[in-house]
Nanobody, 125 residues
Framework: QVQLVESGGGLVQAGGSLRLSCVAS????????VGWFRQAPGKEREFVAA????????IYAEFVKGRSTISKDNAKTTTYLQMNSLESEDTAVYYC??????????????????WGQGTQVTVSS
């Protein structure tokens, strides 16, 4: 089992940047694939990016390609989402989620077993 805590959200002007962090804790925290998802008001939660437990594979939603980078620290327990050129459409609650290392790195939220509480990102235009 793993616990996830997100941080790094806040208010930023359009065109600005934020780096979100997701800290995983637990005996096997370093062995999980991690995904970032977001949910805007009145919309369903959607996939943003994901990374393999060892950092070797990353996948992104089309709307963040070229603007965001997902990465892990050397200990593999903290996952970052660097977001640049933020737009008002990026305003949402951002969640990190974890799944075991078997199978593919996936954008399907049903494949993730553990979720953080979310961090609010607000982009002002």
């Amino acid at each position: 089992q793993v616990q996830l805590v997100e941080s790094g959200g806040g208010l930023v002007q359009a065109g600005g940047s934020l780096r979100l962090s997701c800290v995983a804790s637990g005996p096997t925290a370093a062995t999980y694939d991690v995904g970032w998802f977001r949910q805007a008001p009145g919309k369903e939660r959607e996939f943003v990016a994901a990374i393999k437990w060892n950092g070797d594979i990353t996948i992104y939603a089309e709307f963040v390609k070229g603007r965001s980078t997902i990465s892990k620290d050397n200990a593999k327990t903290t996952t970052y989402l660097q977001m640049n050129s933020l737009e008002s459409e990026d305003t949402a609650v951002y969640y990190c989620a974890a799944k075991g290392p078997w199978g593919s790195t996936t954008r399907e939220e049903g494949d993730y077993d553990y979720w953080g509480q979310g961090t609010q990102v607000t982009v002002s235009s």
